[in-house]
T-cell receptor
Framework: EPEVTQTPSHQVTQMGQEVILRCVPI?????FYWYRQILGQKVEFLVS????????KSEIFDDQFSVERPDGSNFTLKIRSTKLEDSAMYFC?????????????FGEGSRLTVL | SQQGEEDPQALSIQEGENATMNCSYK?????LQWYRQNSGRGLVHLIL?????REKHSGRLRVTLDTSKKSSSLLITASRAADTASYFC??????????FGTGTKLQVIP
């Protein structure tokens, strides 16, 4: 069964360092998402991406964040200068093109710990 | 914000009992979805109900939607210990953004 894969599963970094989280969405999906979940809290929308551009982003997704799909398969989230409060699980999700299919397929997440 | 708010925040039941979780949201939606999350894992889609539907079933799951009250409920019948997880409702208003609620943590005691 096709799945969304994310790497790394866990990354520990120092405050101020750049972090890149990688995702390989399901191959025939065209909509891509990043969500964040601080431990034990709600799942927060960060950004959606379609047709090689950001289609929507939340207030959390400030200038420190960026996304790109560099090679047609990977979908990356970059945090330029990490802060302590960026510590969270980051989930990538993808969705097929069909308008009636709202289901998001999630990866297992990347746990980011900022020290 | 279309953010869903689930209640209860936590629910503990005995195996075999039914579990009911409720979700309220604020703005108009195209569809409402329920997801499950095992501790520390990714979210798994359970069921989607469109705004023009009132009830939907999938196995032991039953979802209702009341757009006039902006609320939905998820019923899990004959619960099992393996149903222990967090359950989130998610609303989709526009074409792409899916917004998750705060979640209900369900514990099913064997």
């Amino acid at each position: 069964e096709p799945e969304v894969t994310q790497t790394p599963s866990h990354q520990v970094t120092q405050m101020g360092q750049e972090v890149i989280l990688r995702c390989v969405p399901i191959s025939n999906h065209l909509y891509f998402y990043w969500y964040r979940q601080i431990l034990g809290q709600k799942v927060e929308f960060l950004v959606s991406f379609y047709n090689n551009e950001i289609s929507e982003k939340s207030e959390i997704f400030d200038d420190q964040f960026s996304v790109e799909r560099p090679d047609g398969s990977n979908f990356t989230l970059k945090i330029r200068s990490t802060k302590l409060e960026d510590s969270a699980m980051y989930f990538c999700a993808s969705r097929s093109y069909a308008a009636n299919t709202g289901e998001l397929f999630f990866g297992e997440g990347s746990r980011l710990t900022v020290l | 914000s279309q953010q869903g708010e689930e209640d209860p925040q936590a629910l503990s039941i005995q195996e075999g009992e039914n579990a009911t979780m409720n979700c309220s949201y604020k703005t108009s939606i195209n569809n409402l979805q329920w997801y499950r999350q095992n501790s520390g894992r990714g979210l798994v889609h359970l069921i989607l109900i469109r705004s023009n539907e009132r009830e939907k079933h999938s196995g032991r799951l039953r979802v209702t939607l009341d757009t006039s009250k902006k609320s939905s409920s998820l019923l899990i019948t004959a619960s099992r210990a393996a149903d222990t997880a967090s359950y989130f409702c998610a609303t989709a208003g526009g074409y792409q953004k899916v917004t998750f609620g705060t979640g209900t943590k369900l514990q099913v005691i064997p």
